[in-house]
C-alpha cells in the first residue's frame, strides 16, 4: 500500500526510530526527534542487502522520493 501525504504529516516520533513502508523498497524512516527521512532498501548484482539514502521530508517531496527510487 502507497503512502499518501495526509498519513506522511500524521506520523509520530516513538522512543526508537521506526520504518513505514512505500512501495518497491521506498521507505520513510521516522526518528525519535520527529525527523522523516526517504531511504530505498536494494539488493545489488550479487544480493547484498543495501540502502540508499536518498533525503528528508518534507524538502524532498513524495512524488520526487518515488522518482528518486526509479531512477535509482
Do not use: H, Q
Amino acid at each position: 500500500m502507497s503512502l499518501t501525504d495526509t498519513a506522511i504529516r500524521s506520523l509520530k516520533p516513538k522512543p526508537t526510530p521506526y520504518k513505514v513502508a512505500d512501495e518497491k523498497g521506498l521507505f520513510l524512516l521516522v526518528t525519535p526527534a520527529g525527523g522523516k527521512l526517504w531511504e530505498l532498501k536494494f539488493r545489488n548484482g550479487i544480493g547484498i542487502e543495501k540502502k540508499l539514502a536518498l533525503g528528508a521530508y518534507p524538502e524532498l517531496s513524495m512524488r520526487d522520493a518515488r522518482d528518486a527510487s526509479d531512477k535509482a
